[in-house]
């Protein structure tokens, strides 16, 4: 079945620094796209950034643009999401996602098939 690893949750200060990570297997994750979302208290899910699953081609939320990378390692089936110059606004319950197409990848929540469980982040002094 499908199974999720999500890592690097946790308290940084504003301006500091977080890496999480999302390990997934039990599906064919070379022709799967990954996408990082987030949802603070009483927010809808907002999608943060993802990556295409053969091109590697990335895209980001304009709120995070400059200040997050994402990578992928596929050897490992494992994803990262490096937050630089974290903001208050940044904390939420991070989630990483997989969906099944092989073009430009996109965080509509649509179209992703399978969750993780969620890392909380918080950012705060």
């Known amino acids: 079945q499908v199974q999720f690893v999500e890592s690097g949750g946790g308290l940084a200060q504003p301006g500091g620094s977080l890496r999480l990570s999302c390990a997934a297997f039990?599906?064919?994750?070379?022709?799967?796209?990954i996408g990082w979302f987030r949802q603070a208290p009483g927010k809808g899910r907002e999608g943060v950034s993802c990556?295409?699953?053969?091109?590697?081609?990335?895209y980001y939320a304009d709120s995070v643009k400059g200040r997050f990378t994402i990578s992928r390692d596929n050897a490992k089936n494992t994803v990262y999401l490096q937050m630089n110059s974290l903001k208050p606004e940044d904390t939420a319950v991070y989630y990483c996602?997989?969906?099944?197409?092989?073009?430009?990848?996109?965080?509509?929540?649509?179209?992703?098939?399978?969750w993780g469980q969620g890392t909380q982040v918080t950012v705060s002094s």
């Open positions: 990556i295409s699953s053969i091109a590697g081609n990335t």
């Open positions: 996602a997989a969906g099944f197409w092989l073009g430009v990848c996109t965080v509509a929540v649509g179209r992703y098939d399978y």
């Open positions: 039990g599906f064919t994750w070379d022709y799967y796209a």
